[in-house]
């Protein structure tokens, strides 16, 4: 299939020629047109041989929900893309910008309506760590797709993930989404879905009896369930896993970038926070002079520090052990310890080899939520983190289509 799985987060763009995450180079593209053309015919075809099987030994409602899964996933992959299975079930849509009540004031947000669906679901879609927020391309072409197979979607806009970091206000914001559109709805309640930090605080959110009559399912792609856990793969490039063994994977930079950049104030003297931030942020927009120029407002000692991590020569394991010892803060945005309280059905899917949040912690995910609700648990080695890894094998690629029919299916029972 035609790059389906870029859909995967949503916001963390395509990576660099060297591999690096999209922050470090939002408009970086790792080939050409020209190049992605006769792959993408190749994937097409091969898909339409997966949905022809599934229609002919699947139930008519089965076979109609896996239909409308690989048509959203090609219409994602390209929006251009025409003939039968990108046109199966599609709407046409409205979109508009709207604003989302929230005890913290308005957020805003944007709604993709398809036209002429009644009762339809909805879902809201909580874009990744990305300055642009639901401005973001990807983010908007996949809600896109997902709202022409029927679904109404929320996108909003969480401020700290904008702005690279994890916290849990941003916890509240999505509770407060998914009511706003299950309001707008006529309270039917809707789908929760978040991509890699955003997937753990999405649970987190429907973990909370506040929003669980809003939530009516959840989808978290590349997400966490322990913070602490996350940090020790950080500073000890090993993953733990839930049968107690261990594996070595080095951890890729951004991870560790983003989390020391929420916490910052554990690296510097407290006069040098503001700007070793914005000089941070600035390096993740891919500003390299204008963050250089920051940080020559710093002292001698911070400069030092923050230059030292912006070149990935700083003793991260060091600055790791500074986060750690206020572990409240990595609890704080942590499904861990929380997920008995869930009341809605969960879907899990990661990268077999994701180096910023290693696949364990959806095994973890999985293994402590309730497993009346855990409707599937898709560890894939067709994606890293949130990209389409090589090229997907056939059953990959039917796994990939399976577990999206299973989010329509929970979407409009």
């Known amino acids: 299939m035609a790059n389906f799985t870029s859909f995967l987060p949503t916001s963390n763009e395509p990576r660099t020629t060297d591999g690096a995450p999209p922050c470090y180079a939002p408009s970086a593209m790792t080939e050409t047109k020209a190049a992605e053309a006769p792959r993408k015919r190749r994937n097409i075809r091969r898909a339409v041989l997966l949905v022809i099987l599934a229609a002919i030994v699947l139930l008519a409602r089965p076979a109609d929900r896996h239909l409308r899964a690989a048509s959203l996933l090609l219409r994602f992959a390209d929006e251009?893309?025409?003939?039968?299975?990108?046109?199966?079930?599609?709407?046409?849509?409205?979109?508009?910008?709207?604003?989302?009540?929230?005890?913290?004031?308005?957020?805003?947000?944007?709604?993709?309506?398809?036209?002429?669906?009644?009762?339809?679901?909805?879902?809201?879609?909580?874009?990744?760590v990305h300055r642009l927020a639901i401005d973001e391309p990807r983010l908007m072409r996949f809600a896109r797709a997902i709202a022409a197979s029927g679904v109404v979607v929320l996108t909003p806009e969480v401020k700290e993930i904008a702005d690279y970091r994890i916290d849990p206000a941003s916890i509240e914001t999505l509770g407060a989404a998914a009511h706003s559109l299950r309001e707008r709805l006529g309270g039917r309640p809707v789908g929760l879905m978040g991509m890699s930090f955003a997937g753990g605080l999405a649970l987190r959110a429907a973990s909370d009896g506040a929003f669980a009559e809003d939530i009516g399912f959840v989808v978290a792609i590349g997400a966490h369930h322990d913070m602490r856990r996350v940090l020790?793969?950080?500073?000890?490039?090993?993953?733990?896993?839930?049968?107690?063994?261990?594996?070595?994977?080095?951890?890729?930079?951004?991870?560790?970038?983003?989390?020391?950049?929420?916490?910052?104030?554990?690296?510097?003297?407290?006069?040098?926070?503001?700007?070793?931030?914005?000089?941070?942020?600035l390096w993740l927009w891919d500003d390299r002079e204008a963050s250089k120029a920051k940080l020559a407002a710093l002292s001698t000692e911070a400069r030092g520090k923050v230059e030292a991590l912006l070149e990935g020569k700083a003793d991260v394991p060091a600055l790791i052990d500074e986060i750690a010892k206020h572990p409240e803060q990595a609890l704080s945005v942590s499904p861990a310890g929380h997920l008995g309280e869930l009341r809605a059905p969960v879907f899990l899917l990661h990268g077999a080899t994701d180096s910023v949040i290693p696949a364990s912690e959806t095994q973890w995910l999985a293994h402590d939520v309730p497993?009346?609700?855990?409707?599937?648990?898709?560890?894939?080695?067709?994606?890293?983190?949130?990209?389409?890894?090589?090229?997907?094998?056939?059953a990959q690629q039917w796994e990939l289509v399976r577990f999206m029919a299973g989010v329509l299916d929970v979407a409009n029972d």
Request: proline share 9%.
């Open 232 to 281: 020790e793969f950080f500073k000890k490039n090993e993953t733990s896993w839930p049968d107690g063994h261990k594996e070595a994977l080095a951890a890729h930079p951004y991870g560790a970038l983003v989390l020391l950049y929420s916490h910052v104030e554990a690296f510097v003297p407290p006069t040098d926070v503001a700007a070793a931030r914005e000089a941070i942020r």
């Open 371 to 394: 497993p009346s609700l855990l409707h599937a648990a898709l560890v894939t080695p067709a994606v890293e983190h949130v990209e389409l890894r090589g090229e997907p094998s056939f």
């Open 80 to 128: 251009r893309a025409q003939g039968f299975l990108p046109e199966y079930g599609k709407h046409t849509l409205e979109e508009s910008l709207t604003e989302v009540s929230s005890t913290r004031g308005p957020v805003r947000a944007r709604v993709y309506s398809p036209v002429g669906v009644t009762n339809a679901p909805g879902v809201v879609i909580v874009h990744g």
